[in-house]
């Protein structure tokens, strides 16, 4: 069944692996993400750049409640995390795993997940889990 | 550019209920204006900020004061909503324009929060943008500083525990508790983003607050029985990019904002950091509050958790911070934050704090960021 992204501005998939969209400076080489038309350093047209999936936490939390000014803890916590990526870029996504499973500075990799099993296509999202050793 | 006086403050109080924003928002413009001693037919333009109402919820509630045809203005910035307006009224004033403005504002963030209707803020794991929540994102600051600092969560508890117990002495904080508040309390509460607590996180709710700016010359025609209080400085920067920017998601900005910031309101107000006699910050979580210490240059880098430890921010303390309660426990219901801020400062600085009264209080400086993406910050001195 084809995967669909649920937000196609941010990434497209490749297969089963999510690609994060991203864009390059072609004077200075910054790089950013999500895409944008011109450069935060130097102001110059950027160009559209596929980012590196793989990256380092940078840190984590567990959220234990997910819904801002609420105070019911039923709903299922989840980890998120930021990722810095070898282009330099930082991205913020929710992480595979359970509490205990992330540390600081372990080496992460993109997944896909299906979110919504909708009539022909399966729309998903991406995560970053921790690397196989 | 002309020197601008805080003739008057006022505040509704802060409650977790939700309020009759036109009630709250008329009480805190009438306490502001009767501190002030003047009528509403004196003001000549009027700042209103609030972040989440019907659409011209600011000229409607003005005109409960009176109909004068003076300039309405909505402000917002998210929390920084309330220092947003406070600062337009103060450069009214400040670039000649008016002599007198009223900066007001009010919210109701537990509408907000419990009714769907009202936008739901978080989505949840099945969302890219929605699943970092202000509380994810503070948290992995704290979860970052303990891996690169040593700080303990213990720290942050201490931190939180202190605002709590300053919230006691102040009439309109949201959280007032019965008993002096300690770390260990703070830290059984219940988890909400490791490693926060729900005891360091903000207390969400609703609240109004108002302050009357007035040129010096006006001033003059004021109650003289008072310490004036001066607007030393008023800054506002917004982000700078720096390695690792993070763009997606709704609470970001780098801490070198705060830093930034506060080096061009020292060099505006003329004074520097150990001027100061108290502080407020934007502490929704007490990781904020520690780490502007060191960008306000109240302490070095990684100082932070001494001055925690000696207990120099208390009151009673060297530089006593958030000395309302702060968002942690005065409330956040994000558009009155800024100015309930500048009102404790104010009501400090001229000696009518009553119990949480920091001695001999002269210079005090407020600090807001708005979504991480705006800071501001004033300088008030007696």
């Known amino acids: 069944m084809p995967y669909v992204p649920i937000e196609k501005r941010l990434f497209r998939i490749d297969g089963d692996t999510p690609v994060l969209l991203g864009s390059r400076c072609a004077r200075c080489r910054e790089t950013f993400f999500p895409r944008r038309r011109l450069c935060a350093v130097c102001f110059e047209p950027v160009e559209d750049v596929d980012l590196c999936g793989r990256g380092t936490l940078y840190s984590y939390t567990y959220v234990h409640v997910p819904f801002f000014g609420q105070t019911r803890i039923d709903a299922g916590g989840y980890g998120v995390g930021q990722i810095d990526l070898p282009e330099r870029v930082r991205v913020q996504a929710v992480l595979v795993g359970e509490p205990g499973a992330w540390r600081i500075g372990m080496p992460m990799t993109i997944a896909l997940e299906v979110v919504d099993e909708r009539g022909e296509d399966d729309v998903a999202i991406f995560r970053f889990a921790p690397e196989e050793a | ?281 934007h502490d929704a979580f007490p990781i904020e509050e520690l780490v502007y210490y060191e960008l306000l240059g109240i302490c070095g880098d990684g100082a932070g958790d001494d001055l925690v430890a000696r207990g120099d921010t208390a009151i009673g303390g060297r530089i006593p911070f958030s000395t309302d309660g702060g968002l942690i426990a005065r409330g956040h219901p994000g558009g009155p934050t800024g100015l309930a801020q500048i009102h404790e400062t104010v009501v400090q600085l001229r000696g009518e704090a009553g119990p949480r009264q920091v001695a001999d209080a002269t210079i005090g400086l407020c600090h807001i960021v708005g979504a991480g993406s705006v800071c501001i910050i004033h300088i008030l001195a007696r």
């Open chain 2, 1 to 281: 550019m002309r020197n601008v006086i805080v003739a008057g403050t006022g505040a509704a109080p802060f409650t977790k209920e939700a309020a009759d924003l036109q009630r709250i928002a008329v009480d805190a413009g009438l306490a502001a204006l009767t501190d002030a001693g003047i009528g509403f037919g004196e003001v000549q333009a009027a700042y209103v900020g609030y972040i989440r109402a019907p659409v011209m919820t600011g000229p409607r509630v003005m005109k409960e004061f009176g109909l004068t045809g003076i300039p309405v203005q909505h402000i917002e910035n998210a929390s920084a909503t309330g220092a947003a307006a406070f600062r337009e009224a103060w450069a009214a004033v400040a670039g000649g324009h008016v002599d007198v403005a009223m900066a007001l504002a009010f919210d109701s963030l537990s509408e907000r929060a419990g009714s769907p209707a009202n936008g739901r803020r978080g989505m949840g794991r099945n969302s890219l943008e929605g699943a970092i929540l202000p509380a994810a994102f503070f948290a992995m600051w704290a979860q970052r500083r303990m891996h690169d600092y040593g700080t303990t969560a213990d720290t942050l508890a201490t931190i939180a525990a202190k605002n709590w117990n300053h919230a006691r002495f102040c009439p309109w904080a949201q959280r007032r508790a019965d008993h002096a508040v300690t770390a260990k309390e703070v830290l059984d509460s219940f988890m909400v983003a490791e490693p926060h607590t729900a005891m360091m996180s903000c207390g969400v709710g609703s609240g109004a607050a108002a302050a009357i700016v007035v040129s010096e010359d006006y001033a003059k025609r004021l109650d003289h029985s008072r310490p004036q209080i001066k607007v030393l400085a008023s800054a506002m920067q917004s982000e700078r990019y720096t390695e690792g920017h993070v763009f997606l998601g709704p609470v970001i900005g780098p801490s070198r904002m705060t830093a930034d910031t506060a080096k061009e309101a020292y060099e505006k107000a003329g004074v520097g950091p150990s001027d100061l006699d108290l502080v407020q910050v």
